[in-house]
Nanobody, 118 residues
Framework: QVQVVESGGGLVQPGGSLRLSCLAS????????MGWYRQAPGKQRELVAF???????KYVDSVKGRFTISRDNARNTAYLQMNSLKPEDTAVYYC????????????WGQGTQVTVSS
C-alpha cells in the first residue's frame, strides 16, 4: 500500500504563496492518479486537485487559476503550488493516490497545516 508524507505548509499572509510536497513510497508511483485534499476546521475533507499518470489535471472551482498540481515521477513526489492564497484556504492539506472513482486509495498521512492570516 502506498504511504505518503506531506510537507511545505506554514503561515502565510493573504496573497502569498506556498508549495506543498507529497513524497510517496513504492516503485509504481508513476501509474497513480495523485490527489491533493484539504480539511478546514469543522468541515469535511475535500479533493481540491488531482493529476493523472499522463499529466492531466483538474481543480475544484475555488482554487482554479491559483493552484497548480504537478508531479515528478523520478522523485515519487507530487506538488501543489498555491498562489494568491486567501484566508479561506486555511486547512490541513493531505495527498493520496486515487482510485478509478477518484476516491482515496492509500493510507492518510499526517497532512501539512496551511494557515493564511495577516
Amino acid at each position: 500500500q502506498v504511504q505518503v508524507v506531506e510537507s511545505g505548509g506554514g503561515l502565510v499572509q493573504p496573497g502569498g504563496s506556498l508549495r506543498l510536497s507529497c513524497l510517496a513510497s513504492g516503485s509504481i508511483f508513476s501509474i497513480y492518479t495523485m490527489g491533493w485534499y484539504r480539511q478546514a476546521p469543522g468541515k469535511q475533507r475535500e479533493l481540491v486537485a488531482f493529476i493523472t499518470s499522463g499529466g492531466s489535471t483538474k481543480y475544484v472551482d475555488s482554487v482554479k487559476g491559483r493552484f497548480t498540481i504537478s508531479r515528478d515521477n523520478a522523485r515519487n513526489t507530487a506538488y501543489l503550488q498555491m498562489n494568491s492564497l486567501k484566508p479561506e484556504d486555511t486547512a490541513v492539506y493531505y495527498c493520496n493516490p486515487l482510485d478509478s472513482g477518484l476516491g482515496p486509495l492509500g493510507s492518510w498521512g499526517q497532512g501539512t497545516q496551511v494557515t493564511v492570516s495577516s
